[in-house]
């Protein structure tokens, strides 16, 4: 082997260990905010909608915020980012990757992603424990203290299940 394809060889497995350690970085954990009424929570998320695609979805999230304004992070199972979304009243816009998508309203955007309208101002309430009732869902809050969460619509069709798991 000569001198340059040892020094060429090097070169790529110190890029390799470099591009591995980078994918292995956490992002930063969500801040908690100064305001009371803006929540932050991180864990596993996982939906399924019992469709003719039995859709199904399943990633590490960043949720910082409330329902009327607030940021979404969807990551990868190594950390990475996968999308961001953020909202404010008016407008929602996913980031995933190059592309860029805006709605009215972030349960627009959310029925446009998933092709399944979810509670979304619900969710917030569901994390921190309150019983919010929301027509067609049923959300199952007996473990919440343990960070998990498990809510399922039953009417209208198609059937769903949002599943919760919170980190500690």
Do not use: H, Y
Not at 102 to 128: C, I, M, N
């Amino acid at each position: 082997m000569t001198a340059a394809a040892l020094r060429g060889g090097r070169v790529w497995l110190a890029g390799a260990a470099l591009g591995l350690l980078a994918a292995c970085a956490q992002p930063p954990a969500p801040k908690p905010s100064a305001d009371p009424a803006m929540g932050a929570w991180s864990g596993r998320l996982s939906l399924q909608v019992d469709d003719a695609a039995a859709q199904s979805f399943s990633a590490g999230f960043e949720l910082n915020g409330r329902p009327e304004q607030g940021q979404l992070i969807v990551l990868n199972p190594l950390g990475n980012v996968m999308a961001t979304i953020d909202w404010s009243p008016g407008k929602a816009v996913l980031v995933d990757g190059g592309t860029r998508r805006e709605s009215a309203s972030l349960d627009a955007l959310v029925q446009e992603l998933t092709g399944s309208a979810l509670p979304v101002s619900a969710l917030f309430g569901w994390l921190r424990g309150e019983a919010v009732q929301v027509t067609g869902w049923e959300a199952d809050l007996s473990r919440i203290d343990e960070g998990r969460l498990m809510a399922q619509r039953l009417a209208p069709p198609p059937q769903a299940t949002l599943r919760v798991v919170l980190s500690r």
